[in-house]
T-cell receptor, first 117, second 111 residues
Framework: GAVVSQHPSRVICKSGTSVKIECRSL??????MFWYRQFPKQSLMLMAT?????????EQGVEKDKFLINHASLTLSTLTVTSAHPEDSSFYIC?????????????FGPGTRLTVL | QKEVEQNSGPLSVPEGAIASLNCTYS??????FFWYRQYSGKSPELIMF????GDKEDGRFTAQLNKASQYVSLLIRDSQPSDSATYLC???????????FGTGTRLLVSP
């Protein structure tokens, strides 16, 4: 149980284009999902908290107009990197927190490696 | 003081030894604590969580929590080369229960 998928696993795009990443909880419902970014040899950085049916909460320094988050259902959240630039190249990882859990555990998707040329 | 602190390592242990990974946290109100393992180029994988003082064992892994001293540790018995990874300590923070991660400790288990 507690499987989270991400799609695509890897994407290469040209500078200026937009990229959408999907995060799905496959066998549980998740009211809350999280989006992280990880640069090589660095720690996980939380970008935003996504809540089903409401606006995402962004961490300080993360541009909400650049990183659009939609959490339209209890099993799906999407992150769209708009007008991507080479500095946005990174490993993007989502996690999902099962609805109703008391322990706050999060289960991670396998990540999406974004390369912007 | 950082909210969650870990020694970055690397921590090198021989195969079969006990690896001891430590984590300290700043918020005395924290109630639950998580250990994740992250292999290079992969996403984190939940190993175990603990919320009561004392020890919690799961196979070769033991989590130890001391709320008075604000530290949580992870012991890995009979370490295997496949245990070589970065181990992340995480503590919930804030109203949305977001997890704050330490920078991780890199463990190297040599054959």
């Amino acid at each position: 149980g507690a499987v989270v998928s991400q799609h695509p696993s890897r994407v290469i795009c040209k500078s200026g284009t937009s990229v959408k990443i999907e995060c799905r909880s496959l066998d549980f419902q998740a009211t809350t999902m999280f989006w992280y970014r990880q640069f090589p040899k660095q720690s996980l950085m939380l970008m935003a908290t996504s809540n089903e049916g409401s606006k995402a909460t962004y961490e300080q320094g993360v541009e909400k107009d650049k990183f659009l988050i939609n959490h339209a259902s209890l099993t799906l959240s999407t992150l769209t990197v708009t007008s991507a630039h080479p500095e946005d190249s990174s490993f993007y990882i989502c996690s999902a927190r099962p609805s109703g859990t008391r322990n706050n555990e999060q289960f991670f998707g396998p990540g999406t490696r974004l390369t912007v040329l | 003081q950082k909210e969650v602190e870990q020694n970055s390592g690397p921590l090198s242990v021989p195969e079969g030894a006990i690896a001891s990974l430590n984590c300290t946290y700043s918020d005395r109100g924290s109630q639950s604590f998580f250990w994740y393992r992250q292999y290079s180029g992969k996403s984190p994988e939940l190993i175990m969580f603990i919320y009561s003082n004392g020890d919690k064992e799961d196979g070769r892994f033991t989590a130890q929590l001391n709320k008075a001293s604000q530290y949580v540790s992870l012991l890995i018995r009979d370490s295997q080369p496949s245990d070589s990874a970065t181990y992340l300590c995480a503590v919930p923070l804030g109203g949305f229960q977001k997890l704050v991660f330490g920078t991780g400790t890199r463990l190297l288990v040599s054959p």
